[in-house]
């Protein structure tokens, strides 16, 4: 079988699925695992990956504004991979490229190949996500050994958390400021945490810095979308806002690697609640 992932989270389902030599091309964001990196790039954004957070969600609106897709697939390169299956999302046209796209894209292409939506919202929709690529790839048992795998962690996890659980706030961007939503209020669950910001299942949402620091928050989690901790540091230096400097400054700030471990709705979620965790507990972790 022959496949292409259009977003990092199918990629790194499909190595964990033990199927990443199946690969023969994957997004332009695709950087996990190091095996994966050297396989042709099909997706392609006019977005510069330099920019601030605030020139990026600028350039983000005006595109969509003009009707242009954030992320594209180059149908040329997708055309000579011939993939058996094409592995794209529902969830975020900002994250991936439109479902839509692709799927009027795959009609095209000879043999059509089949085309699978991942759509997660919450950890049991990750799951879920695995095991219907598990299926795709036929390789079922794996994916109810991974998905089983990853439900057990977080639930070894929830057992040991500490009453009373501390208010925590996951900050996904800074310029403008959203609240991480989807399955990171399960991860602070998870971890011994109360999210403060967001319910499980809902979308990340902007908020004003007045708002949120109406809710009094005992510990920050930055864990910016798509930045890694040394990208996040630099964004969180440029705040410059004084409500924002007082909000920053009313509890501690944990920096995560987002891109890594909260982004991305796939296994190493519960590497982000093992993280998140730490936070709580004011634990070094290496490689946060």
């Given at each position: 079988?022959?496949?292409?992932?259009?977003?990092?989270?199918?990629?790194?389902?499909?190595?964990?699925?033990?199927?990443?030599?199946?690969?023969?091309?994957i997004s332009h964001e695709c950087d996990?695992?190091?095996?994966?990196?050297?396989?042709?790039?099909?997706?392609?954004?006019?977005?510069?990956?330099?920019?601030?957070?605030?020139?990026?969600?600028?350039?983000?609106?005006?595109?969509?504004?003009?009707?242009?897709?954030?992320?594209?697939?180059?149908?040329?390169?997708?055309?000579?991979?011939?993939?058996?299956?094409?592995?794209?999302?529902?969830?975020?046209?900002?994250?991936?490229?439109?479902?839509?796209?692709?799927?009027?894209?795959?009609?095209?292409?000879?043999?059509?190949?089949?085309?699978?939506?991942?759509?997660?919202?919450?950890?049991?929709?990750?799951?879920?996500?695995?095991?219907?690529?598990?299926?795709?790839?036929?390789?079922?048992?794996?994916?109810?050994?991974?998905?089983?795998?990853?439900?057990?962690?977080?639930?070894?996890?929830?057992?040991?958390?500490?009453?009373p659980r501390p208010s925590v706030l996951?900050?996904?961007?800074?310029?403008?400021?959203?609240?991480?939503?989807?399955?990171?209020?399960?991860?602070?669950?998870?971890?011994?945490?109360?999210?403060?910001?967001?319910?499980?299942?809902?979308?990340?949402?902007?908020?004003?810095?007045?708002?949120?620091?109406?809710?009094?928050?005992?510990?920050?989690?930055?864990?910016?979308?798509?930045?890694?901790?040394?990208?996040s540091r630099r964004e969180l230096d440029?705040?410059?806002?004084?409500?924002?400097?007082?909000?920053?400054?009313?509890?501690?700030?944990?920096?995560?690697?987002?891109?890594?471990?909260?982004?991305?709705?796939?296994?190493?979620?519960?590497?982000?609640?093992?993280?998140?965790?730490?936070?709580?507990?004011?634990?070094?972790?290496?490689?946060?």
């Open positions: 079988m022959r496949v292409v992932t259009l977003l990092p989270a199918a990629t790194e389902i499909v190595a964990a699925l033990g199927a990443a030599d199946a690969l023969v091309g996990y695992p190091s095996s994966v990196v050297t396989l042709a790039r099909v997706t392609a954004t006019h977005i510069e990956p330099r920019a601030s957070g605030a020139e990026i969600d600028a350039e983000v609106r005006r595109l969509r504004a003009a009707g242009v897709p954030v992320i594209a697939v180059e149908a040329d390169a997708l055309r000579r991979l011939a993939p058996d299956l094409i592995v794209t999302q529902g969830l975020c046209e900002v994250c991936a490229v439109e479902d839509g796209a692709v799927h009027r894209l795959a009609t095209s292409l000879r043999p059509m190949p089949e085309v699978l939506s991942l759509g997660a919202t919450t950890v049991t929709g990750i799951k879920e996500d695995i095991r219907a690529l598990g299926r795709a790839l036929h390789r079922e048992r794996r994916a109810k050994a991974v998905s089983e795998k990853l439900g057990a962690r977080l639930d070894r996890l929830r057992a040991t958390a500490r009453e996951c900050i996904e961007w800074l310029d403008p400021l959203y609240l991480a939503g989807h399955w990171v209020p399960e991860l602070v669950d998870a971890a011994g945490g109360r999210d403060i910001g967001a319910a499980p299942g809902s979308h990340s949402a902007i908020r004003s810095w007045e708002e949120v620091g109406a809710l009094g928050a005992e510990l920050i989690v930055v864990m910016l979308c798509g930045f890694d901790v040394e990208r440029a705040v410059r806002a004084p409500e924002a400097r007082r909000v920053l400054a009313s509890a501690p700030i944990w920096l995560l690697d987002g891109n890594a471990y909260t982004s991305r709705p796939g296994p190493r979620v519960v590497e982000g609640a093992e993280r998140i965790r730490a936070a709580i507990e004011g634990r070094e972790v290496p490689g946060l």
